[in-house]
């Protein structure tokens, strides 16, 4: 019988969170479309999101956030201070929204 190896992780240049603010300088992305290319869970991108925010405070960067909009009413989540996507509508109580997307500023 063969044993199975470990696998390999991929190869990083720098850290998670820093390949993580260079791929938000490039374009807005989902944290499900983060997740994909960093490799982590989605989960842990809004744990990692939360400490960039933190630590871009104190330099020029930050964080922006282009909110999460009802697919059924239209409605825009503008005020909300969570990372994390809404899980229903104020208005019409809809579950279909759409993901926030993340870009430095």
Same mark, same amino acid.
């Given at each position: 019988m063969k044993q199975k190896q470990a696998p390999i992780p991929?190869?990083? &240049?720098?850290?998670?969170?820093?390949?993580?603010?260079?791929?938000?300088?490039?374009? !807005?992305?989902?944290?499900? &479309?983060?997740?994909?290319?960093?490799g982590v869970s989605e989960r842990e991108v809004y744990t990692h999101l939360e400490h960039i925010r933190q630590s871009l405070h104190r330099e020029e960067d930050s964080l922006g956030i282009l909110p999460a909009e009802c697919r059924g009413c239209g409605f825009v989540f503008t005020k909300r201070d969570r990372?994390?996507?809404?899980?229903?509508? !104020?208005?019409?109580?809809?579950?279909?929204?759409?993901? !926030?997307?993340y870009r430095l500023e």
């Open positions: 991929d190869q990083r &240049e720098g850290t998670l969170r820093q390949s993580m603010i260079a791929l938000l300088r490039q374009s !807005p992305l989902t944290a499900r &479309e983060i997740s994909g290319l960093v990372l994390k996507r809404p899980g229903r509508c !104020p208005l019409c109580r809809s579950q279909s929204i759409s993901q !926030p997307r």
